[in-house]
């Protein structure tokens, strides 16, 4: 839950400079991110585990949460 999440890291309440990015292959799941926290400043990528590397995503992450990602990940790409 980003929410819960949110409130473990300290993340302050205001929040008009936050970005969040979503990414996921599932435009669903792309979707009932935006639908569930429309409080929340969240981009959206669609993209694979594979083809993430080529998405269009900031260089720089101040935090990068990843639930089952590095399921679909070889050592070697999680390395790079």
Known sequence: NPR???R????PEKRDDLELYAVDLDL???QECIRSYP???IRTVQSSA???RRAKLPEDF?????????DYLSDRICKN
Request: contains cysteine.
């Open 50 to 52: 594979i083809t993430i």
């Open 4 to 6: 819960r999440l949110a």
């Open 28 to 30: 669903l799941s792309l």
């Open 39 to 41: 409080d929340l400043n």
């Open 62 to 70: 101040d935090l990068v949460y990843c639930a089952g990602l590095f």
């Open 8 to 11: 473990k890291i300290g993340l």
